[in-house]
């Protein structure tokens, strides 16, 4: 039984790390310079922020209540870094999807 639940909660801790966010669209904010909203795609009802202009950059997700549901802190080099691979990923005419175990992955798909 022991070993049932352990592969249970093993199974579940690795399904929640590599949840995935897929933006569609990338807006900068108003009255900033490199502070961008994001639009997703899914999960449904999901927003992000990429935040690349204030003293602490990060990237990060909510859902409709306004709960975070996933945060990163960055350097300002991994910030351009994420926001390289996000226009990357538009130009291709491809949505940008995080998965949060790798938000550095220039790959465009989940």
Do not use: W
């Not at 966010?21 to 900068?28: G, P």
């Not at 795609?41 to 996933?70: A, K, M, W």
């Amino acid at each position: 039984m022991k070993k049932i639940f352990l592969l249970l909660i093993t199974c579940l801790s690795i399904s929640a790390m590599a949840q995935g966010f897929s933006v569609k669209q990338m807006k900068l904010r108003e009255g900033f310079d490199y502070n961008f909203d994001l639009d997703l795609t899914s999960p449904p009802n999901h927003y992000g922020q990429l935040n690349c202009q204030d003293f602490i950059q990060n990237i990060q997700f909510r859902n409709d209540h306004h709960e975070q549901v996933f945060h990163q802190y960055l350097s300002i080099v991994e910030c351009e870094q994420i926001y390289l691979n996000i226009k990357n990923c538009f130009a291709q005419q491809k949505e940008k999807c995080f998965k949060t175990n790798d938000v550095f992955s220039t790959s465009c798909d989940c």
